[in-house]
C-alpha cells in the first residue's frame, strides 16, 4: 500500500500506464489488480477508523521506495508508455545481471516504478524430473 496525495488520479494513471484494473473504486482507497490479483492499494494520507494518517503533513511520500513490477509483455508496457506520453526516468533497458529488460519511471506521486520483463533465466530453467 502506498500512500497518495490523489487516489482516483493515481488509480488512473496505473490503469492507463501498466493495466491494472480498479477493484474498489473510490476516492479515499482503491485496490489494483492485474490478471484479477492483487498488486497494489492506494490510500490518501488522511486519518480513518483504521488507523491514524499515513503521512505526517510535510513527508515526503516514495522517499526510499520502489515500486517493481514484473510483466510477461514488457514490450506492451513500453507501447503504453508512449501512448500516455510518459518519458521514462531510464529508458528501456536490458540489465544484464537479471538477464531481462526493465523500464523505470515516476508516479503522480514521485514513487519510482520499475516495470521488468520476463527473465532470460527463467526461459532457461528444466522442469526437475
Sequence with gaps: MITVQ??????????????????HGGTEYEQLLSEGRLVLQLHDSEADMNHPALLNPGDTAGLGVLLWFETADFDAVVGRLRQADIIPEVAPYLNQYAMHMEVWLRDPNGYRVVVAGPSAYDKQKKPTP
Design 6 to 23: 490523489d487516489v482516483r488520479l493515481s488509480a488512473a494513471w496505473y490503469e492507463r500506464v501498466l493495466g491494472f484494473e480498479s477493484a
